[in-house]
């Protein structure tokens, strides 16, 4: 319809407007160029034409021109609202926020229900650090939209810059009571909980949110950063999996990510490492032993009880266990299958279990073990139980020396 209304009349001033926001929709910013200034040739003062034009020089990547034309359409109609607001995000988005703030300040004064232009006001305060004008135009959109989480999220923006994060943590909390699904609330209240030690929080939230809404990718990843900033970088890795993942993919994850940071952690002490038959060692700088990190059921950690990794094991932890037994039995007379000298070693198993109040360790050695499952250990170095956030588990491997002062009490029970 569009083309044949042009091919009678090809200067008709509305099918060219339309077809050049039509191109300008359909990423041809040049095609849209062509037919608007045709229009402004009959119209010179059309502000809705040259709003059109501005975004399509925008878009074609000269902003000098787009700015040109939009400070046109505001000479040309100086209380048309839309060009105003245009011309005030145009400045913003061009790096000229200062420019932006008088233009946008005016029109919110004008037009202090106009919620673009509320948004728009908040966004260039916060880029100018004008704290109290950012909260300003928080506090007048939660007054116009009381049911929606922008105000509420915008107020605790607000309250953070000006460095008060409970009251920061109180109003993203709100947001959220208003819209549970809202993503940059979320992200905000579990950036906020971390640095007011309150992760235990931030993850019951970002748990329960998971939740409630499995088919919110985004709050996994946002459990995923919130555990990178409370330096948990194993758990981290695992919260990014999502139920679209296999069943196995979080916990295997967990356990690789855990050798390997515990790696990064105690290489740079002088400790190695190898991999025989896929199992991960990690071997103290004398060669006498090697740890092995690996998930542990929900009673690691207590002196009481009897743990075991959480999964049975395979061919390479059986091996290792048995080695063990000959080598705390020292019986001078048993024959340790020919091994190369480096697999004379203890292997230590480094068990961990995340529970609500945090991760309950201990460093054991088996002994013993039958069909896969571990079922004794000769000596259970229990650690006290890590808060999230709190100290790095190598540092309770590190010696003495190269602690320093970070050092921790461990309870030992040889059995």
Not at 155 to 184: F, I, S, T
Not at 218 to 243: M, R, S, V, Y
Not at 317 to 345: C, I, K, Y
Request: glycine share 6%.
């Amino acid at each position: 319809m569009l083309a044949e209304v042009l091919a009678k009349n090809p200067r008709d001033n509305e099918a060219l407007v339309l077809r050049g926001n039509l191109a300008l929709a359909q990423s041809d910013p040049k095609a849209a160029i062509v037919d608007l200034r045709a229009v402004l040739r009959d119209q010179p003062n059309a502000t809705g034409v040259m709003r059109a034009l501005a975004r399509a020089h925008l878009a074609n990547g000269e902003p000098a021109l787009a700015e040109e034309t939009i400070r046109r359409a505001v000479d040309a109609n100086p209380q048309d609202t839309g060009a105003r607001l245009d011309l005030a995000q145009l400045l913003a988005q061009m790096g000229k926020p200062e420019q932006a703030k008088p233009v946008i300040d005016e029109l919110v004064k004008q037009h202090p229900d106009n919620v673009t232009a509320l948004e728009a006001q908040f966004k260039i305060a916060a880029v100018t650090k004008d704290v109290a004008s950012a909260r300003s135009a928080a506090d007048a959109l939660v007054a116009l939209q009381p049911k929606l989480a922008l105000g509420y999220y915008y107020q605790g923006a607000a309250a953070e810059a000006d460095k008060h994060p409970e009251d920061a943590a109180r109003l993203y909390a709100k947001a959220l009571e208003v819209q549970p699904e809202a993503v940059e609330p979320l992200q905000a209240l579990a950036r906020v909980l971390v640095g007011l030690n309150r992760t235990p929080e931030a993850l019951r939230r970002l748990d329960e949110t998971i939740a409630r809404y499995p088919a919110l990718p985004l709050a996994a990843n946002i459990k995923g950063e919130t555990l990178i900033a409370a330096q948990h970088p194993a758990d981290a890795e695992a919260a990014f999996c999502t139920p679209f993942d296999p069943p196995i993919m979080e916990g295997l994850t967990r356990w690789a990510r855990t050798n390997r940071f515990l790696r990064e952690e105690l290489i740079p002490l002088g400790w190695g490492f190898d991999n025989p038959r896929n199992l991960p060692r990690t071997i103290h700088p004398g060669g006498q032993f090697a740890i092995v990190a690996t998930t542990g059921d929900d009673v690691t950690g207590l002196a009481d009880l009897l743990p075991a990794p959480k999964y049975a094991k395979g061919y390479a932890t059986t091996r290792a266990v048995e080695v063990n037994e000959q080598l705390t039995l020292d019986f001078g007379d048993f024959d340790l299958g020919g091994l190369p000298a480096r697999d004379h070693l203890l292997t230590w198993l480094l068990l961990f279990h995340s529970a609500d109040d945090g991760f309950h360790v201990e460093l054991s050695l088996p002994d013993q073990i039958d069909d896969g499952r571990i079922t004794s250990w000769a000596e259970r170095i229990i650690l006290p139980v890590f808060p999230r956030g709190g100290v790095h588990l190598a540092d309770a491997l590190a010696s003495p020396d190269s602690a320093g002062d970070r050092g921790i009490v461990v309870e030992v029970s040889r059995l």
